[in-house]
């Protein structure tokens, strides 16, 4: 495999949570990997994807496919960005032979950001240090697409200081669903309600997840109803020492 | 004919011609485990009791017969024309009317019983579910109007489950117009999601197994 | 999507009782399900699921031949097959039939299909008297309603509710107790089952190689329905065939355990014919009426056929997370939650509700519960596709189109993206670090507007990513 990785950070971390993409680097060179940022990434396309617009979707797909093509490995900091490319742009290039096999090939190269760290770095104590009651939130692409579930987990259990709760119910969506959490905005609210009534009964003082996007639903609603409990990526976390 | 209209239809949509051949479909999947008889009848009684039935074992069909006396006391009973339920002396018991052949008489006889007594073809210790069929021996209205049912069966009746039934009676069609499958008291949670028993099959079930 | 959704949504959403009914009784379905098909009690739930979409996909794509194996077994054993393309053929059907056998009054027990075709709604227009024997549905029917959920109808309705409409129905004294209510019922129905003329039932699954309807209850109305009355008559979608009897346990074992929690229902009815000879009870004669009713459109699509695998047991509902705020009467067609939300647009076309299929979150729940694996996202982002294709033949909503293209366009050129970036962080508030409560009114438009009615905004950090990454 080698030790160099390529970033995906995703649009989301880049122009909103940029700390995420350097927390995720920060972990990935303590580990010993040399990390690089192909400049010409933007999106994966999962917006127009989710919205209908497939013709739309297949372009930004390609402009992906073209930027990504040298590396080797690449790291995402999301589960529905990762699932987007692993498991959606084949859905998108039926039809174009050529660019399937592009597809095909790239699926084998994307890694999600945990299970990189356990699959394939083959890590779960990267020595993080971090004091606190954590509830872990479950992104949907990740749990029910990627199949993750213990790995975060883990790698949680790990940290030093940290204590793990877990929310009842479990493995229910926060809400945001892309396009969904604007158009259907009241009732994305109420889902995302329901989530912080978990949280809050779980007496956790930091949420954890995989995906930026839920976390940005999730604080917003935290924020919304006064609550004084954080949101934070999993590379944020580990990046704690 | 809305028939070959429909048919035409499906046909085309699955690019299908009329009398093509069709492929084998998936092996049936049917998987017997071994279990013994005292852990069927075990199971079968335990069953039956965690859905609020009742269940009772009894030696001997004379035993059987004194376990029904008793239950039917001061009730109205009917019986079905079982030929078990005749051998055990149960469908002559003081208080039992047995042996109806016309459907209205049936109708109107359980209708006003208290308690319907069956024996039953099979029963299937897995789930707690008697197996009863339709037939001169067994009317279906005997189990499902009255109240409360009690079922005497021998205990060679009683098999593993669904896939032990299946397994010897594949066609249950070439035998009978009904076979139903009992599984516990009537049941419904459609008002507030209360449990209430008895709407609008028997609300009390009691299986007796013998042997 | 249409405002009559929007504003249904809105309504039930702000139904505090409402809501509460909805979540609960749908989190403990949804508990009794997961209990049940847990890997200590029942080891081989996936094997049984992955069993059961393969006999249903080699069924539908082979549906002609089970349909005309199905029908003639049913003759072998005494009974008829009608086949009918739509809700106008089967209620001509029922209603020559009851006129020619001087019926008046007719018995039915559970069936989403006979909504489907509004069987009593027709019946009734006709003078017959068609009553619901299951007590959901008739309490459902009593309030001139329709059901709520697949299995648990009358969700929407507390034990006040019921003891209003039996008083203003049944003309009985006020009764709030349930287990009383239920015994209300009980009286009213009996005297219906065994003075009806003809009793209407529904079909969980058709075996084809015995001719058989199979029908799965836990009330025993289905079974007095279809022993009761001299006539049965089984009104079925096509898409009910299953191939052979020694297929039916693993349907079995997939249904009760879907729905309700339960490892069997009450009584299954395994019912092929007209009574036999010698058979002391039972109907005199059987019908299984085969509806179309648009099933065939949903054939040649090789993933959209899916979609008629469904075995009706509701899991999805119970598991999805849309469904358990809006409940079943925001959707615009009898079937509701995930599954109503594919068969819907496939039935009545997309223009019908083109909110539908974006009203979900995608979160993938209802895939993973379904026992018959329909990949229900799947076919929702189809559908989402259809709804963009048929907006653009009509012109409609062409500003949305116009953003994404205008996305597209961005995210393929970077520098244009980093710009497009900058811009915005420079407009937006940078909050000191605090997420967003509200905007000034010029910039809270659309999306944003959207989003900040029910949470708040991230501030926007001083540097993007690529910036930092390159001051590093």
Known sequence: MGNRVSLFVTCMVDQLFPKVGMAMADV???LGYAVDF????TCCGQPAYNSGYRAEARTVARHFLRTFEASETIVV???SCTAMVTHHFQDLFQKEPETLALVRAMEKKVHEFATFLTDVAGVEDVGARMDGVATFHDGCHGLRELGIRSAPRRLLARVKGLKLREMAPAEECCGFGGTFAVKFAELSGAMARTKIDAIVATGADTVVSLDPSCLMQIQGALSRAGLNIRTMHMAEVLASR | MSRENILHKVRTALGRSAGQAVALPPPVRLRLPEVAMEDRIATMRARVEALAGKTARVPTMEAAREFVAGAIAGKTAVASNAPYLVECGISSLPGVRSGIR?????MAVCAQADIGITSADYALSDTGTLVMMASPAEGRLVSLLPPAHLA??????????????????PDPAALTSSMVLITGPSQTGDIEQTLIRGVHGPGEITVVIVG | MSAEFDRKIHDTLADANLQLAIYKATGQLKDDRIRTTADSVLPDYQELRTQANALKKHTIDNLDHYLEEFQRNVEAHGGKVVYCKDATEVSDFVLDLAKRRGARLIVKSKSMTTEEVDLNQRLAHHGMESVETDLGEYIVQ?????????????????RYDVADLFTKELGVVRETVPEKQAQIARAVLREKFLTAGIGISGANFLIADSGAVVLVENEGNARLTTSAPKIHIAVAGIEKVIPRAADLPVFLKLLGRSATGQPLSVYTS????PRRAGEVDGPEEFYVVLLDNGRTKLLPDRSRRESLYCIRCGACLNACPVYRKIGGHCYPWVYSGPIGAILTPQFMGVSHEPGLPFASSLCGACGEVCPVKIDIPKVLLELRGEVRKSEAREGLNRLEKLAFRVFAWVMTHPRIYEMAGRMAASMAPAGDGKWIGSLPSPMSVGPLKAWLRERDLPPSPPKSFREMWRNR
Do not use: N
Not at chain 1, 38 to 41: D, F, G, K, R
């Open chain 3, 270 to 273: 395994f019912l092929s014919g």
């Open chain 1, 28 to 30: 990935l060179e303590r």
């Open chain 2, 152 to 169: 005497v069966v021998p205990r060679e009746r009683i098999l593993t489950g669904l896939d032990e039934l299946f397994t010897i009676l």
């Open chain 1, 38 to 41: 192909p400049e010409e990434q």
């Open chain 1, 77 to 79: 900091p999301s589960g």
């Open chain 3, 142 to 158: 009593l309030a001139h309603d329709r059901p709520y959920h697949i299995v648990a109808v009358s969700m929407h309705k507390t």
């Open chain 2, 102 to 106: 016309e459907v209205g008489e049936l």
